[in-house]
């Protein structure tokens, strides 16, 4: 599995990194990005991860200009410090909404969850994670 995570703060970008290498050491991060120009490049010049860690409030823009620059079809799982653009960042495909500090337990289960599911479907449908994320 390729990862992408898209964090302006080095820490917390270092911090999520390590969570993930301790969740499953085999878990390659393809990219560490700090802002949405940055992102853009990167998306329009290299291949898509299986996964990106995407926070909302980037240095630049909020994340979402990413969308209108690259085209991006892969799972995305939000992090911010609050959820008032939960609504918004399910609208472009999130499968997650993490809030930050992230709590390992908390990274765990969403990766499981999403190693489960991708693992069921090939090629991974996103829209599949709305009974999971949302149970009726």
């Known amino acids: 599995m390729r990862i992408v995570i898209i964090e302006d703060e080095a820490f917390a970008a270092r911090r999520l990194e390590n969570m ?21 490049d990167w998306f329009n010049h290299n291949p898509e991860p299986d996964l990106i860690f995407l926070d909302i409030h ?18 995305i799982v939000f992090t911010t410090a609050t959820d008032e653009l939960a609504t918004r960042a399910f609208q472009l495909k999130g499968i997650d909404f993490l809030l930050k500090p992230i709590i390992q337990t908390d990274l765990n289960k969403m990766i499981s969850k999403y190693k489960k599911v991708t693992k069921q479907q090939n090629p991974v ?3 599949i994670f709305e009974d999971i994320i949302n149970p009726r």
Do not use: G, T
């Open 125 to 127: 449908n996103p829209d």
């Open 20 to 40: 993930v290498k301790e969740f499953d050491p085999a878990i390659e991060i393809a990219a560490k990005l700090e802002s949405v120009k940055e992102s853009i």
């Open 58 to 75: 980037l240095d630049d823009d909020l994340s979402f200009a990413i969308f209108k620059e690259a085209e991006i079809c892969c799972s």
